[in-house]
């Protein structure tokens, strides 16, 4: 039986954060080159519905092929004459991915737009149940030009846990409260991509803050608050949670581990909020109430599904998926030369006569 907070929960079908600043209003502009805020800000991408013309989530690059993004941005409200419900299955026509994007409104000059070829949710995936294996796959029909604005994120190795600060980003909408003291509100977008630290915390204190909600499920979420950011209504579900490593990395289809400098990865993905009035915020954009914890798929729960559908449902024919789960021109492999970014073609190949 669904409780009152389930039932707040499930309001929130598609989810955003707020960043909170002196420039509240305009947000940060998230720096897309090595040496800034955080070189990997480049692998975030927007998801366009095709049929409203709207930003509606956000996602990551995982390779010049591949969009990773939450499960429950690929199910939408019903449209005209379809049944009623909020879990209508999206189709791939319906969604433009927009790679390179700062400003939605603007034209910055770096964007790339692709169209969607396959849909792919985790087969454990259950759109009544919301936020449960809340990670999918996104197959483009044409790759992504790689540079220093449009770049994939690696994702960390299997069951590879983080603490410590966790950066988000997106172009959520938050909730204004127009004057204090009345019971006017106005939904605002940000124009310009945001982006918010907060702090991962333990489990049962992100249980106690949720007041026990029987959905956190601490095998394949984790939870994350700020005093100065939350994760709200529509526009950031599915963006990515990003955490910095330090030390040896295993990559998902490898047996050793390889010492890399500190790098970021793809912890998390935006999955929900808690309730929609969590993110009011008065004229000065200060938050009405204390930002309840925020929940994220834990992708290191994921690397062997992801490396499994890019290998057979999402396979690019023609093409070598490297163990950094890039892709190179098959021909390439065993040529000699390092064309994987972790020489991964070049392994397992017959000895040259």
Not at 267 to 288: A, P, Q, Y
């Amino acid at each position: 039986m669904e409780t009152k907070k389930m039932v707040n929960f499930k309001f929130s079908h598609f989810i955003i954060f707020l960043l909170f600043a002196t420039s509240w209003t305009q947000g940060k502009r998230v720096p897309r080159v090595a040496g800034g805020f955080n070189q990997y800000a480049p692998h975030q991408v927007s998801l366009v519905d095709t049929v409203e013309g709207t930003h509606f989530c956000g996602g990551s690059i995982l390779n010049s092929h591949t969009i990773i993004t939450a499960a429950h941005c690929l199910y939408r409200r019903n449209r005209g004459n379809e049944p009623p419900s909020l879990n209508t299955p999206r189709i791939p026509h319906e969604i433009r991915v927009v790679a390179g994007e700062y400003s939605l409104q603007l034209r910055d000059g770096t964007e790339q737009i692709r169209q969607v070829k396959v849909l792919q949710p985790y087969g454990g995936y259950d759109p009544d149940r919301f936020y449960q294996n809340d990670i999918a796959l996104l197959q483009l029909t044409a790759p992504l030009k790689i540079n220093r604005f449009v770049h994939p994120i690696r994702i960390p190795s299997r069951n590879r846990q983080f603490k410590g600060n966790v950066t988000v980003y997106g172009w959520g909408a938050y909730i204004s409260k127009v004057y204090l003291h009345t019971n006017s509100y106005s939904a605002v977008t940000p124009d310009t991509l945001q982006s918010g630290v907060m702090s991962i915390i333990p489990s049962s204190e992100c249980r106690r803050g949720l007041n026990n909600w029987s959905g956190f499920d601490e095998q394949v979420m984790f939870c994350a608050r700020s005093s100065k950011t939350s994760i709200c209504e529509v526009g950031d579900s599915g963006s990515g949670a990003v955490c910095a490593y330090c030390g040896p990395l295993m990559e998902p289809s490898s047996n050793i581990g390889v010492a890399h400098a500190c790098v970021d990865v793809l912890c998390g993905i935006i999955s929900t909020g808690f309730n929609h009035s969590d993110c009011l915020v008065d004229e000065d954009g200060k938050l009405l109430n204390p930002p309840p914890p925020n929940v994220f798929t834990k992708v290191s729960l994921f690397p062997t599904w992801i490396n499994s559908m890019l290998r057979t449902r999402l396979k690019v024919d023609g093409t070598f998926l490297c163990d950094d789960l890039e892709y190179v021109a098959q021909g390439k492999q065993c040529d000699g030369k390092d064309d994987c970014s972790d020489a991964s073609d070049e392994h397992n190949c017959p000895l040259m006569k």
